[in-house]
């Protein structure tokens, strides 16, 4: 009587810490204790072994997910409006400048380390929320260094224009000093207008570089410059000898004679 009653305070016990501290790994549905917990209560609830292995899974996809929510942004993704983004290759920025139509583009060269970069963006995205027909495309010179190499960028921050058949309108260098030039900039080239021909985009010579760079994952071929044909020379009259007068035929038996005596 005595060892049934041990025995019973013994599986009291245990289902006790069970219901404390939610560790049923030692209760799955194969476990002889486990059964022998069914058995003498079955009224006792036992939660399988499969259950609590898809639970905790579920506990640490919620918790990394909370964690990638909360990683801070960095600086040149902080603000960014609906016609701002980063280009991730030398082929998207080519194919971005052909699709854009007449729609003007600002190229916006930025290094994370630039401070003037840092300082400059915020008042970029106002200029880009000022301005939802322009297109902004973002290019990380730490990211993209033998690109900018190629595209002549040696100085940040750095701004390229580029609009319709015209390709390229201008391009400089500014801070939060001088944002004036940009916005003149903006105020220039993005009025409404209809550009004859087709959408040029980077200059020949840029796509040229840029299909050389070895490093960068880019094909193009040159476009073919029609030759002209050159006339025939002309021979040299010879002053000492009179010139025929159109009337007259190559064989009407005159004699032409020099007047040069």
């Not at 033998?146 to 940040?156: A, E, F, I, K, P």
Request: net charge positive; charged share 20%.
């Amino acid at each position: 009587m005595a060892e049934a009653a041990i025995s019973r305070t013994n599986l009291i016990f245990r289902g006790a810490c069970v219901n404390q501290h939610k560790h049923v790994d030692d209760y799955s549905v194969s476990s002889p204790v486990s059964f022998g917990l069914r058995k003498s209560f079955p009224s006792l609830k036992v939660k399988p072994f499969n259950q609590f292995q898809s639970s905790r899974s579920s506990s640490s996809i919620t918790a990394q997910t909370a964690l990638r929510i909360g990683t801070p942004q960095r600086w040149w993704e902080k603000g960014l409006k609906e016609n701002m983004r980063e280009i991730s290759s030398a082929q998207e920025l080519v194919d971005s400048l052909t699709n854009a139509g007449d729609k003007l583009v600002v190229v916006d060269f930025f290094s994370p380390g630039c401070g003037g970069c840092k300082a400059l963006h915020p008042k970029i995205c106002q200029l880009a929320e000022q301005n939802p027909d322009v297109q902004f495309l973002q290019v990380n010179y730490e990211e993209h260094k033998s690109m900018c190499y190629s595209l002549g960028v040696h100085v940040l921050p750095f701004f390229r224009f580029y609009r319709g058949a015209h390709g390229r309108v201008c391009s400089f260098s500014c801070t939060n000093a001088t944002i004036k030039k940009f916005r003149d900039a903006l105020a220039k080239h993005s009025p409404d207008r209809c550009s004859l021909g087709p959408t040029k985009g980077l200059e020949e010579k840029e796509l040229v570089a840029l299909a050389a760079n070895k490093e960068l994952n880019f094909s193009y071929t040159p476009r073919a410059v029609p030759v002209e044909e050159e006339e025939a020379p002309v021979p040299a009259s010879n002053p000492g000898l009179p010139v025929a007068h159109p009337s007259m035929k190559a064989n009407d038996g005159k004699t032409l004679v020099s007047s040069g005596r």
